[in-house]
């Protein structure tokens, strides 16, 4: 078998049978492609160990990082501990690879008072009547209050949400279900996001459902091929939507991009950044989890993390918390 074939039926593997993240998958795709690239189209069996070495220290001069590199030696593992497996080749050569060691990168983390004003401002933008502000108050109370990852709320359903519990059901990498709680305030502004805005989002949906739906004067008539692919489209983007939590400024389920927006124009100033993703809400949420006493094991279901060392790097952060309070305050620091 040739390796882009192998590469081909390994990123099968990862989508159907592990259930890995349409994202992951991409991420597996590309450094694989790259593979192919450098090392020409294959067989399989041909490809040794100084072949696999030669691709790393390439990458490495073009000024690749640590991280990245362990990431793409992972990679070249599981490919071939896969093809191992399936028989397709008899020796895995990237055992014999030495991953360089990750820097440890502690995240970005906003302070609870930072954040109590940033949702304040979002609380005060909300009470104006503007259904997305509304929505955009409950969205960043939930990230924080819940810890959860953005594909996991933007995925969320309204049957997910248990209003009497406050608890959100996610579903996570590998579709596998969690359940997480979330606070009084961001109970509260999901409540007034989808009692009186979430409805005028649903509606704009709607209406351009019936829209595209309607002969237009000089158009293609609402049984004509395209014009009815057209509708098709809008109203299965509009059935998906309707059982979406959080939707977009025209109706539709909302996506990361927005998200990530969302979060860079409100959230990163009080980091002192210009760009900041969601997932710095999530490593806000579980370091002030920690800060305020909680358990480890506890914040890594929360987070639905499988390894607790993932987890831990959040003590990280609360120590480095402490030494600074300590240096500033001690007389003798």
């Known amino acids: 078998m040739h390796l882009s074939e192998a590469v081909e039926g390994y990123l099968a593997h990862l989508a159907d049978v592990r259930r890995l993240s349409a994202a992951t998958v991409r991420a597996y795709r590309s450094d694989l492609a790259d593979l192919v690239s450098a090392l020409g189209d294959r067989p399989l069996a041909d490809v040794d160990v100084e072949d696999l070495r030669e691709w790393q220290w390439q990458a490495a001069r073009s000024g690749r990082s640590k991280a990245t590199s362990a990431r793409r030696t992972s990679t070249l593992r599981g490919l071939f501990a896969w093809a191992v497996e399936q028989e397709i080749v008899v020796a895995d050569p990237s055992q014999r690879l030495v991953s360089p060691k990750r820097g440890r990168t502690l995240p970005a983390v ?19 009547g503007d259904p997305v502000a509304a929505r955009d108050h409950a969205l960043l109370e939930i990230l924080y209050g819940s810890g959860a990852r953005v594909s996991e709320i933007c995925g969320l359903d309204l049957d997910d949400v248990d209003h009497e519990r406050r608890t959100l059901l996610l579903r996570g990498k590998g579709d596998k279900d969690r359940v997480v709680p979330f606070g009084l305030p961001a109970s509260r502004a999901l409540e007034a996001y989808l009692v009186r805005a979430r409805p005028v989002l649903r509606a704009r949906a709607l209406e351009a459902t019936v829209s595209i739906g309607s002969a237009r004067n000089g158009g293609p008539s609402e049984g004509s091929g395209p014009a009815r692919g057209e509708r098709h489209a809008a109203r299965a983007r509009t059935d998906a939507a ?92």
């Open 242 to 333: 309707g059982r979406a939590v959080f939707l977009g400024a025209r109706g539709a389920r909302l996506g990361p991009r927005a998200v990530h927006e969302l979060v860079s124009r409100t959230v990163a100033p009080s980091v002192g950044a210009e760009v900041l993703g969601p997932h710095a809400l999530r490593h806000s949420a579980a370091t002030h989890l920690l800060d305020g006493g909680a358990d480890l094991r506890a914040v890594q279901e929360i987070l639905g993390h499988a390894s607790l060392g993932t987890t831990q790097i959040y003590t990280h952060v609360s120590a480095e918390r402490l030494r600074e309070a300590y240096r500033l305050a001690h007389p003798r620091a």
């Open 110 to 128: 906003a302070t609870a008072e930072a954040l109590e004003g940033v949702l304040a401002a979002a609380a005060q933008r909300a009470d104006g």
